[in-house]
């Protein structure tokens, strides 16, 4: 048995702690769309890829 070649992209959606509540359905689907849409910005760019999605419209990132 040999060597099984494996590759990997992700897609990933950093949202800042003051920006919304995880439990709001409508966030939550914001912040799923946004990794869903860095995932196929991987995808596109080539194997074992990372893409972290910008900060959705609106979102300030400070210290916490």
Not at 5 to 26: E, Q, Y
């Amino acid at each position: 048995k040999g060597d099984v070649p494996i590759s990997v992209s992700i897609g990933m959606a950093f949202i800042p702690p003051t920006f919304g509540d995880l439990r709001d359905v409508p966030f939550l689907e914001e912040a799923l769309k946004l990794a869903d849409e860095a995932l196929y910005l991987a995808k596109d760019a080539g194997r074992n890829r990372v893409v972290i999605s910008p900060y959705p419209e609106g979102a300030v990132c400070g210290g916490i």
